[in-house]
């Protein structure tokens, strides 16, 4: 029989591994894998077990571990020695905790995961490959007891209460970091360890974080740096950590090597959230998914800079702000960053700062996608893009709903002497306290604007003096403010309806029409496709022309030279 499974064809009396090689064995669902070179399972003979990490060479090895036991880590002798048994793991080989008992390391170092093995507990279902018969459930696991790892209540210094090792796994335990009170919150408690961490790993390859609860970390509840291969952090539960100084719930560095990064269906609560960072010559794919995020800070950043180079894709999270929130997603590239962005179908709530922003300079030429969002109640801006520098880049802003911002619902930015595509396609924009979408364009920037198919209702709902004196909810500037650069826009405005705003729907503003002033292009043939009121205005270093806006139909709108714009054929602007 095999334990667990209910079996008793060919049962003997005895219970020892002995007797039990005797027996007649059946093919179960679940299985006890132990510490000795035996068989375990048959269909119609005995086969050997073998782990497909290390081949034929080694069967595959578990043991089991518990408190108060005295055995030799069988499944019916557990070993009561938790350290000696996690320590004298080699590659391949599984250690499983049963239970849920508290788990205290020596020192403030904490436990190490050595290389190549798998800490597992009978909290989550658990599973092993085998050659001869994939995935195998572990017997006992499912249990819903997570063991606590923890240190001693001492200064920390940093470290982790768990170092993770290349190609190891850590997954069903509650990881603590010990505080001055039972209950650790944020405002009110200080723990003793100043330092410390939950998971950490560096220069490392290969690794798995899945299905652990991890709180009072003052630093990073997971923290792992030049981790490459593929790295997976899953089903993870981490609260009240990370608030020493802004930490990250879970962070990953890499200056060097290439990673596959997977954080997914993990709950972060009362934390800044997730950080995934590539520099120098690193690269890699990382894709973000599915999370539910409680953030006092940033939600999701993620950042490629120097001569890195980054796929991402963030997608399925929800993303809830609390009183102290800066940001719902972000994602930056300087340097010479490189790599391809998209930001979708993520819900995004009550962040104090912008919901989604995005961030380019020096020579940085990232291709960013912002789709199927849903962003509600963004104090600063539903979406903020911001280029800068040299940078080179493109942005596709579609199918958002961004309804309630305080301020802009979408911002974008190009300063110095940075190129941006921009192209807003298909977005909802309702209720913006300020504009319901605002593009400047200074300094040398190029920027080009395709917008199409866009609805704006109710915004700019702000009273008192701005600049220019009657902004529409869509305002498309160059050089708004210090009217002596010469910034080249070109716009498209295709199919997008207006409605219910204040003033007028859609604004153009020239800021430097004067002679070697600001290029300012505009489609001029497909005004006729949109609908609403639209004001063109223009500062040829003297006086504004006109010198008092009224809003016009934009169908009936016209581009003339010498207005301060300029009439270009359909499809001019790039996008």
């Given amino acids: 029989t095999v334990p667990g499974s209910g079996a008793t064809k060919g049962r003997t009396d005895q219970g020892s591994s002995l007797a039990r090689l005797g027996e007649l064995v059946e093919r179960q669902d679940t299985i006890a894998v132990k510490r000795e070179n035996r068989t375990y399972y048959t269909d119609s003979n005995r086969i050997t ?3 497909p990490v290390t081949g034929a060479a080694q069967p595959l090895k578990v043991t089991y571990v518990a408190a108060g036991a005295t055995g030799i880590g069988t499944v019916e002798s557990p070993s009561g020695n938790f350290p000696t048994a996690l320590s004298s793991a080699a590659t391949g080989d599984v250690v499983y905790v049963q239970g849920n008992p508290t788990l205290t ?8 995961v050595p290389a190549g093995v798998q800490l597992l507990s009978t909290g989550p279902v658990q599973t092993v490959n085998t050659v001869e018969l994939g995935a195998v459930k572990l017997p006992g696991s499912g249990s819903g007891l997570f063991p606590v790892l923890t240190v001693p209540a001492t200064t920390g210094t940093g470290a982790g209460i768990v170092t993770l090792s290349s190609n190891s ?4 335990f509650d990881v603590k970091v010990p505080t001055t009170s039972t209950q650790f919150t944020a405002n009110s408690v200080t723990p003793t360890n100043l330092d410390a961490r939950g998971i950490v790993g560096s220069s490392i390859s290969n690794v798995t974080v899945a299905n652990n609860i991890v709180s009072g970390a003052r630093r990073e509840a997971i923290n792992l740096s030049e981790a490459t291969g593929n790295i997976t952090i899953n089903n993870n539960t981490i609260r009240d950590s990370g608030v020493n100084s802004g930490e990250n719930a879970i962070r990953v560095l890499n200056s060097t090597g290439r990673v596959n990064l997977g954080i997914a269906n993990n709950t972060i609560t009362n934390n800044n959230g997730i950080l995934a960072s590539l520099s120098g010559t690193a690269t890699g794919s990382a894709t973000i998914a599915n999370n539910t995020i409680n953030t006092t800070r940033t939600g999701i950043s993620l950042r490629v800079s120097e001569n890195a180079n980054l796929t991402s894709t963030t997608t399925g999270n929800t993303i809830n702000g609390t009183s102290t929130s800066t940001e719902g997603v972000v994602f930056g590239a300087f340097g010479n960053g490189q790599g391809t962005t998209t930001i979708s179908n993520n819900q995004i709530n009550n962040i104090r700062g912008r919901g989604v922003a995005v961030e380019v300079s020096d020579t940085a030429k990232p291709q960013v996608t912002i789709s199927g969002n849903t962003i509600t109640g963004s104090r600063t801006n539903g979406i903020n893009v911001l280029a800068s520098g040299n940078a080179d880049t493109r942005v596709t802003v579609s199918g958002n709903t961004i309804n309630n911002t305080t301020g802009v619902g979408v911002e974008v930015d190009a300063s110095e002497a940075a190129r941006l595509r921009f192209r807003l396609t298909n977005n909802t924009i309702s209720n913006s306290g300020s504009l319901g979408v605002s593009v400047f364009a200074s300094d040398t920037s190029n920027i080009s604007v395709n917008a199409d198919n866009n609805t704006l209702t109710n915004n700019n709902t702000v009273t008192g003096t701005q600049s220019p004196a009657t902004p529409s909810p869509f305002d498309i500037a160059a050089d708004p403010a210090s009217f002596g650069t010469k910034p080249t826009v070109c716009v498209r405005l ?12 859609y604004s153009l503003y020239n800021g430097n029409s004067a002679t070697g002033g600001a290029i300012f292009q505009v489609e001029n043939g497909v005004f006729a496709t949109n609908t ?3 004001t063109l205005q223009a500062f040829n ?6 010198a008092t806006v009224t809003p016009t139909a934009i169908g009936s709108a016209t581009i003339s030279t010498g207005s301060g714009f300029t009439p270009v054929a359909n499809g001019f602007c790039p996008n």
């Fill in 49 to 51: 077990v073998i782990n």
């Fill in 105 to 112: 390391a020596a020192t403030v170092a904490g436990f190490r």
């Fill in 169 to 172: 796994t850590l997954s069903g």
């Fill in 494 to 505: 295709n199919n997008n309806r207006g409605s219910g705003n204040t003033v007028a729907d």
């Fill in 532 to 534: 609403g009121r639209i």
């Fill in 541 to 546: 270093g003297t006086d504004l022309v006109p």
